[in-house]
C-alpha cells in the first residue's frame, strides 16, 4: 500500500491531542458484556469505542521485545569497542532504551491506533475494547497514566458456556480436537476467569480513581443506572436521553449471547466442582454463590 509522506511534526501533533483525551478501556471475561459496553460507549455523541487493540497482550510485549533486543545489541557493541581499546572514543550515555522511554514510546504506538479510530472526530473520549488487558492493567496504566477501567464483570459459569459454544463457532474441529469435553475446557477456563478477574479487581483496589465495576447481568434489564455511572466516571454527559439513545443502541448490535442461568442446563455435578474449585470464592464475593 503506498502513503503518502508523512508530516511528523503534525502527526505528534494529533498524537498529544489523543494522549489530553479521556481514554477509556473496557475489560473483562464477559462474553458478551464487554461487547455490549463497548456498543453503549460509541453511541455516546462525545466519544467513540473500538476493538480490538490487544495492546497488553501484543503490541506492548512486542515492541519491549524489539527494545531489549536493540538495548542487549547495543551492550555488545560497547564490549567489543572496549575490547578493542577504543571505547573511550565513544563518550557519553550508553545509547539504549530506558523503561520510561519504553513506556512513552509504547503510548505513541497506542495513540497511533486510538487516533485512527476517532478519526477527526472531537471527541471527549477514546475507548478500547479488549478482555485481555484485565490481566495485565498495571502494565495499562502505566503507558496510558489516566487511564480509566471499566471492568465488565458476570457469573464465570455462564461466561464458560458462552466461550465454549463460541470456539465450536469459530475453531470448529481443531477446538473439539483440544477439548472434545467441556468438563477439560471448563478446568483451564475457571482458573482463568478466577485469575482475570481477581488481578482486576486487585487493580481497582489500588486504583479506585482509575477503576469502575459493571455487571453484566444488569445490563440486560436494568442498564440505565450503570450506564449513566460509568458516563459519570468518564466525565460525559450520563442525561436520560443520552443513556437511553446508546442502551438501545447496545440492545441492537451487541451478541444475543449472554443468557443468565445457563450454565444451569450445561453443569454436571462434575463441572459444578470444577469450578467452585477453581473459583468458588470468587462467585461469593460477586454475589453469584451463597
Known amino acids: 500500500m503506498n502513503e503518502s509522506p508523512i508530516n511528523h511534526r503534525r502527526a505528534m501533533g494529533r498524537l498529544a491531542e489523543?494522549?489530553?483525551?479521556?481514554?477509556c478501556f473496557i475489560v473483562g471475561l464477559t462474553r458478551p458484556g464487554t461487547i455490549w459496553m463497548q456498543h453503549a460507549l460509541d453511541a455516546h455523541p462525545d466519544a467513540c469505542c473500538k476493538g480490538e487493540g490487544h495492546f497488553t497482550d501484543a503490541l506492548f510485549p512486542i515492541l519491549g521485545g524489539a527494545f531489549g533486543e536493540y538495548n542487549r545489541r547495543q551492550a555488545?557493541?560497547?564490549k567489543q569497542?572496549?575490547?578493542?581499546?577504543?571505547?573511550?572514543?565513544?563518550?557519553?550515555?550508553?545509547?539504549?532504551f530506558t523503561n520510561n522511554d519504553a513506556s512513552f514510546l509504547m503510548s505513541c504506538a497506542g495513540a497511533i491506533i486510538l487516533s485512527r479510530w476517532a478519526g477527526a472526530e472531537d471527541l471527549r473520549c477514546i475507548g478500547e475494547k479488549t478482555a485481555e488487558h484485565a490481566m495485565a492493567l498495571d502494565d495499562l496504566i502505566r503507558?496510558?497514566?489516566?487511564?480509566?477501567?471499566?471492568?465488565v464483570v458476570r457469573d464465570g459459569r455462564d461466561e464458560a458456556v458462552s466461550v465454549y459454544d463460541y470456539?465450536?463457532?469459530a475453531g470448529g474441529d481443531a477446538f473439539l480436537k483440544e477439548y472434545s469435553e467441556f468438563s477439560d475446557f471448563l478446568e483451564n477456563f475457571a482458573g482463568n476467569w478466577n485469575r482475570a478477574v481477581g488481578a482486576a479487581r486487585l487493580f481497582g483496589r489500588s486504583h479506585p480513581g482509575n477503576y469502575v465495576e459493571v455487571n453484566s447481568e444488569d445490563l440486560h434489564s436494568e442498564a440505565a443506572a450503570d450506564v449513566?455511572?460509568?458516563f459519570r466516571f468518564l466525565d460525559l454527559d450520563d442525561s436520560d436521553e443520552v443513556a437511553a439513545h446508546c442502551i438501545e443502541s447496545a440492545r441492537r448490535i451487541a451478541l444475543p449471547d449472554g443468557i443468565i442461568g445457563q450454565w444451569k442446563e450445561?453443569?454436571?455435578?462434575?463441572?459444578?466442582?470444577?469450578?467452585?474449585?477453581?473459583?468458588?470464592?470468587?462467585?461469593?464475593?460477586?454475589?453469584?454463590?451463597?
Open 76 to 78: 555488545v557493541t560497547k
Open 266 to 290: 450445561r453443569f454436571d455435578e462434575s463441572s459444578k466442582k470444577i469450578f467452585i474449585r477453581h473459583g468458588g470464592e470468587l462467585l461469593k464475593l460477586l454475589g453469584y454463590e451463597t
Open 143 to 151: 503507558v496510558f497514566p489516566n487511564a480509566k477501567i471499566v471492568h
Open 228 to 230: 449513566a455511572r460509568v
Open 18 to 23: 489523543v494522549l489530553d483525551k479521556q481514554l
Open 167 to 169: 470456539n465450536i463457532r
Open 81 to 96: 569497542l572496549e575490547a578493542a581499546g577504543i571505547g573511550a572514543a565513544n563518550p557519553g550515555p550508553p545509547a539504549g
